[in-house]
């Protein structure tokens, strides 16, 4: 089962996973109002607040009863001009796909949650906190699933019913691990503590 996180104390100005107070000039990131992004996958829907706000409100254990409408995420749509310092010194995988550019995609989740079941081009996944859970399933194989159900819904009513044949390709990833998901592959992910994680998605 998800573990609760650990509660952070409320600073004038703290980075999300670390105990002492960052300079104040890296304090405008956490400041600046971005995109937190709902779950569901259908839903465009985004709400703008700043980043420190999503950390001290809204970075908690998924709640069961929340349907995947009612659930912030933090992931996708990463404005470059606000996260230029923290992409340039990460070394993405060392792999490419001829023809296509990498771009990245930044997250935080609390534990429990996650995106439900969907699919897109081709990209890697890695860690670089906490445990990141994976389901996946092959483009000819449409996983049985409500769309505006989270994941961890779905992972605690219906994946326990699932005969082994319909199980689906499963694995978690950990801190510096690296997943690659193939182009057009139904994937769901579970966030089993708080999680910072990079995509690069190859299009």
């Not at 990463?78 to 990460?90: I, M, Q, V």
């Not at 989270?150 to 994946?159: C, K, P």
């Not at 801190?175 to 139904?186: C, M, R, T």
Request: with cysteine; net charge negative.
């Amino acid at each position: 089962m998800p573990k609760a996180r650990t509660r952070i104390p409320k600073m004038q100005c703290m980075h999300p996973l670390r105990k002492h107070p960052i300079p104040a000039h890296a304090c405008e990131p956490l400041m600046t109002p971005m995109h937190v992004h709902m779950t569901p996958v259908f839903s465009f829907d985004a709400v703008d607040l700043p980043f420190q706000d999503y950390v001290d409100h809204l970075l908690e254990p998924q709640d069961l009863a929340s349907l995947g409408s009612e659930t912030l995420y933090f992931f996708g749509d990463n404005n470059f001009t606000e996260w230029g310092s923290l992409f340039k010194k990460y070394n993405p995988p060392p792999f490419r796909i001829p023809g296509t550019t990498g771009a990245y995609s930044f997250g935080i989740g609390g534990s429990g949650s996650g995106v439900p079941f969907h699919w897109h081009g081709p990209g890697f996944s890695e860690v670089i906190f906490g445990r990141k859970h994976w389901f996946l399933y092959p483009p000819e194989k449409t996983p049985a699933f409500h769309p505006n159900r989270t994941t961890l819904s779905w992972f605690l009513d219906t994946y326990p019913s699932l005969p082994p044949w319909e199980k689906p390709l499963e694995c978690t990833i950990h801190p510096g691990e690296v997943l690659y998901f193939p182009d057009h592959w139904w994937h769901a992910t579970l966030n089993l503590d708080t999680s910072v994680f990079i995509s690069t998605f190859l299009g």
